[in-house]
């Protein structure tokens, strides 16, 4: 067990520390991935943003999954779960999924487009997940572009760790439990991260990468 999402991130930097030196652009899955991943960055050097995708959750059953959509506008569905509910209700939480995306756009990086992960090594990093649908999103928004793509996880089923390695070039996973459950059974602290920390990590570590130069200047 973690003792928290910044342990689980100091272990995956320790996993990841071959990247140091690269310059790796590491995204975040809000909310959870966001005070892992900015862990993750301050170690290895790298360059901090988030990936926006949302959980699909079923008409009437938001906390049950059914899909992922990524900020692009792709959208994954298990079909064989999807058809059991009205395709008019399924569209609605799509299109409700996707103004929460764009909101969250809005909050978190207000002055600023995403930035590009061409040509780098990039890292998206979540604290764990159960089914894999939404680092897919993740990973098939960015795919063909990044020079390498890698998948940083605390925990995750095994299915969706065999689920992910289709889409990355790398999947990490510190924990691969045959008996998951759920994400928090792995956390002795899983306290919720709400806007205000993303938005406080965020800002945290752009001003951290803009002082760097003048750090590195003075010294």
Known sequence: MFRDRLDAAEQLARRLD??????????????GGV??????AEALDGELDVVL??????PGSPEFAI????????????????????PVAVEREIAR????????????????????????????????????????????????RPERLIAALGVASPSAVKRLEAWADEVVCLQVPEGFMAVGQFFADFSEVDDDEVMALLVSAAEGRRAAPDDSTSS
């Open 18 to 31: 071959r990247l140091k030196g690269h310059q790796p652009l590491i995204l975040a899955i809000p909310r």
């Open 35 to 40: 005070p892992m991943a900015h862990r993750l």
């Open 53 to 58: 995708v949302r959980k699909i959750g079923a």
């Open 67 to 86: 899909g992922a959509v990524s900020e692009e506008g792709e959208v994954l569905l298990d079909d064989d779960v999807a058809s059991h509910f009205s």
């Open 97 to 144: 999924q996707q103004r929460l995306i764009d909101e969250r756009r809005q909050r978190y990086t207000p002055v600023r487009p995403p930035i590009p992960p061409e040509g780098r090594v990039v890292v998206v990093v979540d604290d764990g997940s159960a089914t894999g649908a939404t680092m897919e999103a993740a990973l098939r928004a960015l795919h063909g």
